[in-house]
């Protein structure tokens, strides 16, 4: 049974930066993180792959911004967040699948309990 503990969350002002944490018990090939805005449905923000770390970003305007990666030997997964904007607001969760396809963002089942990124 994997489990997900998030941290790293907080409120900045634009332009700023946060690294979330994703503390991860257990293995699963497909990481990711993902976010969601009170009222709306949770979406795929990046995710990463392992052993190999091929990542994937949910559209090329995150790629530029936002850096996800992991730390197999702590078992962590992280997510850099660099000039941050208003539009980034929302809860981010920590998800996990197992299976082969980490893009397919509809597979992630396993979540975290998410952590509060507020950019005013």
């Known amino acids: 049974h994997v489990q997900l503990v998030e941290s790293g969350g907080g409120s900045v002002q634009a332009g700023g930066s946060l690294r979330l944490s994703c503390a991860v018990s257990g293995y699963r090939h497909c990481m990711a993180w993902f976010r969601q805005v009170a009222g709306k449905a949770r979406l795929g923000v990046a995710s990463?792959?392992?052993?190999?770390?091929?990542?994937?970003y949910r559209d090329d305007s995150l790629k530029g911004r936002f850096t996800i990666s992991r730390d197999s030997a702590k078992n962590t997964v992280f997510l850099e967040m660099y000039g941050l904007e208003p539009g980034d607001t929302g809860m981010y969760y920590c998800a996990a699948h197992s299976g082969t396809l980490c893009s397919d963002w509809t597979r992630y089942r396993t979540w975290g309990q998410g952590t509060q990124v507020t950019v005013s």
């Open positions: 990463i792959s392992s052993p190999v770390g091929t990542t994937y």
